[in-house]
């Protein structure tokens, strides 16, 4: 007599995978709600003029920093050509131009708190300190051995091999693929 196979088991769903589609759905119900609400006050043509406005700052936003990191990127590639300084930073006027486009963009979606959230990145200490605050957060996630760079810049190449986890069957039959550059 066989036995029937075990029960899959259930994988967790991860808080983030059950939390997101909740508040994206939360948020689209406050952003139409609100629509309404000014919509009763002030009418439909200024909701419109709201959105459409939102929209050509948002695009306008957009085109800017894009022509600005163009030029940064221009300027870095001109620099490596010349070999002057290669891994000098850029000024700091030309950088943030990641919030800078994510405002526009929050600009462009329709809704008012999409639009407040756009507007607040458009104020450079609010960048800032975004920018401030994804760096802290992504330094946390990464490892450190994924960070490792020799003395002059370069980024050493490697691999990570864990010794926390068993290896799986015939992990050592097989040899490494070799490090390409």
Do not use: C
């Given at each position: 007599?066989?036995?029937?196979?075990?029960?899959?088991?259930?994988?967790?769903?991860?808080?983030?995978?059950?939390?997101?589609?909740?508040?994206?759905?939360a948020?689209?119900?406050?952003?139409?709600?609100?629509?309404?609400?000014?919509?009763?006050?002030?009418?439909?043509?200024?909701?419109?003029?709201?959105?459409?406005?939102?929209?050509?700052?948002?695009?306008?936003?957009?085109?800017?920093?894009?022509?600005?990191?163009?030029?940064?990127?221009?300027?870095?590639?001109?620099?490596?050509?010349?070999?002057?300084?290669?891994?000098?930073?850029?000024d700091?006027a030309?950088?943030?131009?990641?919030?800078?486009?994510?405002?526009?963009?929050?600009?462009?979606?329709?809704?008012?708190?999409?639009?407040?959230?756009?507007?607040?990145?458009?104020?450079?200490?609010v960048?800032?300190?975004?920018?401030?605050?994804?760096?802290?957060?992504?330094?946390?996630?990464?490892?450190?051995?994924?960070?490792?760079?020799?003395?002059?810049?370069?980024?050493?190449?490697?691999?990570?091999?864990?010794?926390?986890?068993?290896?799986?069957?015939?992990?050592?039959?097989?040899?490494?693929?070799?490090?390409t550059?």
């Amino acid at each position: 007599m066989t036995g029937s196979p075990p029960p899959p088991t259930r994988t967790q769903r991860s808080r983030a995978r059950t939390l997101v589609p909740l508040g994206i759905a939360a948020w689209l119900v406050l952003e139409i709600w609100l629509l309404s609400l000014v919509a009763a006050e002030a009418g439909g043509l200024a909701v419109l003029a709201l959105l459409v406005g939102g929209g050509v700052l948002g695009a306008a936003v957009i085109k800017r920093a894009g022509r600005r990191a163009f030029r940064t990127l221009t300027e870095t590639l001109q620099q490596q050509e010349q070999r002057k300084e290669p891994g000098a930073a850029p000024d700091r006027a030309s950088t943030g131009n990641g919030f800078l486009m994510l405002g526009g963009l929050l600009l462009m979606l329709p809704g008012l708190i999409s639009d407040a959230a756009g507007l607040l990145l458009l104020l450079p200490p609010v960048r800032t300190a975004a920018a401030r605050y994804a760096e802290k957060a992504l330094e946390r996630r990464i490892p450190a051995t994924v960070r490792m760079r020799r003395p002059d810049g370069k980024v050493v190449q490697g691999e990570v091999i864990r010794h926390d986890t068993p290896p799986g069957p015939g992990a050592h039959d097989e040899p490494h693929p070799p490090l390409t550059r």
